[in-house]
């Protein structure tokens, strides 16, 4: 069935079109679906009873059902979400001085077999829907009581894999009559599809594209992200180079510190080097212990060594802070599995 929620306000005029309904109608489910949150045809008050058994009965809405919230020492939470076929996702939102902001999955599972990351590790299941990145925002609100301001689409799954159903949900989440959330307040992660952000690019949108570098050299990034065997770091920063001379947005690269493997002054003045001349801003995560994964954080004084290095050479580097980790819910340790409350 046709998920209501994932249409933008012309298409849901036109799935509506063989109930005869007046144009308004449209409207008000449309208000309903991205502005209001609401979950089923039946919390839709202003409709007639019929109509919304009928439009239950004929249409899909995705939702999000609550199977777990956990709360960590930080004031972030992991939820794990059920959706309507059964499948579970994971989305964190995490509280600023500015407001809350959310962490939203693209994918259940993921493709991409990053070394460091938990996502990956129960495999990959399927695409999510524009409804069911927009469910995870609603469901979240709804247990907060608050609106969410900001996005990362930093959760499970590589977002650029999931193209269509991406931009869509990026364009319903902006959109003036929906959660209408400025672009400039949302972040999409990558891992480097080139051809993909080549893509993007012509979109126009106005949103953060942050780059997971990870590694300043093809030899270790291919170890620890097998997307580089597809798309090299030249090609990579060729394709970012394009896509912040077309936005005029800076790219904002990812590299999660981890002890011992990519995190010495020499990997600190070779990263420099790479990215000499972009316009660009580093983000620097000490490494979110995966356990089975066998990876270690680099200390504080390699850390700050790093972004020293990286100061110096005229880069502006900035250093996570870690939200959410005593629960899991920290970059690279969601999972569709789930994780139990202790």
């Not at 999931?162 to 364009?171: E, I, M, S």
Request: with cysteine.
């Amino acid at each position: 069935m046709t998920d209501l929620r994932s249409l933008y306000p012309d298409e849901l005029q036109s799935a509506l079109a063989p109930l005869g309904l007046p144009d308004y109608r449209a409207k008000q489910i449309f208000d309903w679906l991205q502005r209001r949150g609401a979950q089923s045809a039946g919390e839709m008050a202003n409709l007639p009873k019929d109509l919304r058994a009928q439009i239950g009965g004929q249409f899909a809405i995705s939702s999000c059902e609550m199977m777990q919230m956990q709360e960590s020492t930080s004031g972030a939470r992991k939820y794990l979400f059920r959706l309507n076929d059964g499948e579970t996702i994971e989305s964190v939102v995490m509280r600023y001085t500015y407001g809350y902001s959310i962490c939203v999955s693209t994918q259940a599972g993921c493709k991409m077999a990053c070394a460091f990351c938990a996502s990956g590790q129960h495999g990959f299941t399927r695409d999510l829907l524009p409804g069911e990145m927009l469910a995870q925002i609603h469901a979240a609100q709804t247990d907060l009581g608050q609106a969410i301001s900001h996005i990362v689409l930093m959760g499970m799954g590589e977002p650029l894999d999931n193209y269509g159903n991406t931009v869509k949900f990026l364009r319903l989440a902006t959109h003036p009559e929906g959660l209408n959330i400025g672009q400039r307040k949302i972040s999409l992660s990558t891992c480097g599809l080139v051809s993909r952000i080549e893509q993007l690019a012509g979109e126009r949108l106005g949103v953060t594209l942050s780059v997971s570098l990870h590694a300043p050299n093809d030899e270790l990034r291919d170890e620890l992200m097998p997307v580089n065997k597809a798309y090299p770091i030249k090609a990579l920063l060729a394709a970012c180079g394009r896509y912040a001379k077309a936005t005029g947005r800076r790219i904002s690269f990812e590299y999660a510190l981890l002890r011992g493997v990519n995190d010495s002054p020499g990997h600190a003045r070779e990263l420099a080097s790479r990215l000499k001349g972009l316009l660009c801003h580093v983000n620097l995560i000490p490494a979110n212990p995966v356990p089975e994964l066998g990876f270690h954080r680099s200390k504080p004084e390699q850390v700050r060594a790093f972004q020293g290095i990286l100061e110096q050479a005229g880069l502006t580097v900035t250093v996570r802070r870690s939200l959410g980790g005593d629960i899991a819910a920290a970059c690279g340790q969601l999972s569709k599995g789930g994780t139990p409350c202790e």
